[in-house]
């Protein structure tokens, strides 16, 4: 039906081996933009479709933000779409945050200057989000955030923009599974164009029966991630980007490491250091709070 193998004589296939290998020397399509951050695209090269990426933080270290800004650059500069499964924020809260990020945008850097919301040409500085979430807009910010509102309309009506579809669990069941967050995911790709996936957070996805601990729940999440990662759309394939919440215990031996993790942090699911094919882990205190700075890994 989609046009990809998932079984066959590997040893007489090689007309189909060597169409595959073709296509794939001219393909563009197969790695997507990552983060827009110059130094992890260069190092990681972009999202690739089968591999599972995982975004591990400690609690309120900037992974939904963080993901949120790079399906967001994706969107923007490089015209991918995402589905994100956000099952820690409702939709209207991560729908404003990609606004305020949007009213940053550098196209409209002139246009902040002229009402006073940035003074200098760098750093490109945006609404502030709070007023936004508060409804507390002079008249001004408000006519320039309904420009940024329109501008996203039409990219994406005009395809300059690609799209972020959030999905959030459904409010009548208490579990939400990797099986239920696949037949919505590949539903969605029947009517829209797909490329990434991600999940927010592992912790909150329930495993398909039930198991007495939180590390073997959160191992069968992981392993069905990497799977649906790789057989997406009957073997198509998608990146998958999952976010992990690091223990108390692994937060303070990054502490004593100036914010360093090593893969010993994950060990409370030790499935995330076997099916995951990148690790980014992220990193934020007082001090860098202070500055505007994160920490990646």
Known sequence: TFGTSIGGEALSDGEDFWEEYKKAEEATSEIYPLSGLEVIDNAIGGFKKKELYIVAGFTGHMKSKTTMNWVYNQAIFGGMSTAYFSLEMHYTQCRY?????????????EKRMALGIQTQQNPDVGIDPVKIREAKLSPDEKEFLKEVIIDLQEGVENGVYGAIHFEVADPDSLDFTVEDLRAKAETLAQQHVIHNLVVDHALLMSSRKWVSSTTERLNEVIRDLKKLAMGFNRGQG??????????????????????????????YANEAERSADVVIATWYNDDMREKGMIQYQ
């Open 97 to 109: 945050i990609i606004y305020a990020f949007h009213t940053m945008h550098p196209k409209f850097r």
């Open 238 to 267: 998608i990146p998958i980007i999952c976010l992990f919440q690091i223990n108390r215990e692994g937060f303070k031996a990054a502490e004593k490491n100036n914010g360093s993790y090593n893969l010993t942090h994950l060990s």
